[in-house]
């Protein structure tokens, strides 16, 4: 048996098995034929898996099978294996851009499964990712909700933003917070991490109290934002994301008070 994480510019396609529910496609054989790229990944509890990206094929072509967005597969698919065709996501973004080496041009082959080596230079490179924070802050019984520009729907999430060179999680959190509302914090405490394959990043999450400040929003960066209680709080991010998690927990939290 194998896994076979199959993509298609960035879309999965999953397999409708007996019982309608969609899953990773596991049979012997290679499901699809029409491969564009291929990686062999490490085994998990000796099952092969495979990252794979083939060509868009119409849905007459494949009955059985659906085409969705990663992020949509997390309604559908367990956790461990959500995870997994994440990393499988990201495993073939990196390969698509490195098929040569940054340095010499020259041809980049896989030295192990998350490594490539350079034929002429012999330059060892591995998956890079793009760390970011995200961050809670909460004033009394509010938090602070913002909404970015990048946003495709009319909800509201926390602070975040990329960590930039030579910058600690920590000095990242203090700088976005300052940089996107002006705000200053305290009592700045780590939270947890979620890989975020979309298409390379890792997020760190984290909580932190008020301490002074006007709220003044960067709308270069955001479009709206503010003070929320639990009794008035907006439209709030998926479950699939840190975000969300950190939210979850701050509304448990009110609602033991
Ligand atoms: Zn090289």
Redesign the pocket.
């Known amino acids: 048996m194998k896994n076979w994480f199959l993509f298609c510019k960035g879309d999965i396609y999953l397999e409708v098995d007996a019982e309608g529910h969609l899953c990773i496609p596991c049979s012997e054989d290679l499901p699809f034929g029409q491969l564009q790229d291929a990686i062999v990944m490490t085994p998990m509890n000796d099952i092969e898996s495979m990252a794979l990206e083939v060509c868009e094929l119409t849905n007459d072509c494949r009955p059985g099978f659906v085409k969705m967005e990663l992020r949509t597969s997390f309604y559908h698919l367990d956790t461990e294996s959500y995870l997994l065709a994440g990393k499988a996501a990201e495993l073939l973004n990196w390969h698509a851009g490195t098929h040569y080496?940054g340095?010499?041009g020259?041809i980049m082959d896989f030295h192990t499964d998350i490594s490539k080596v350079?034929r002429?230079?012999h330059?060892e490179i591995w998956p890079k990712l793009s760390p970011a924070i995200i961050v809670l802050i909460r004033r009394g019984d509010e938090i602070l909700l913002v909404q970015s520009k990048t946003f495709k729907s009319d909800y509201y999430g926390l602070v975040a933003g990329y960590v930039e060179t030579g910058e600690s999680f920590e000095d990242c959190v203090y700088r976005e917070v300052q940089e996107e509302t002006g705000l200053e914090i305290t009592n700045l405490h780590y939270f947890g991490s979620q890989p975020w394959p979309y298409p390379r990043n890792i997020m760190a999450g984290f909580e932190a109290d008020y301490l002074k400040g006007k709220l003044r929003l960067q709308f270069s960066e955001l479009k709206k934002g503010g003070w929320f209680r639990l009794e008035n709080l907006p439209r709030i991010p998926d479950k699939l994301s840190i975000a969300r998690r950190l939210i979850d927990h701050w509304i448990s939290e009110q609602q033991k008070r």
């Open positions: 080496c340095y010499c020259g350079c002429s230079c330059r």
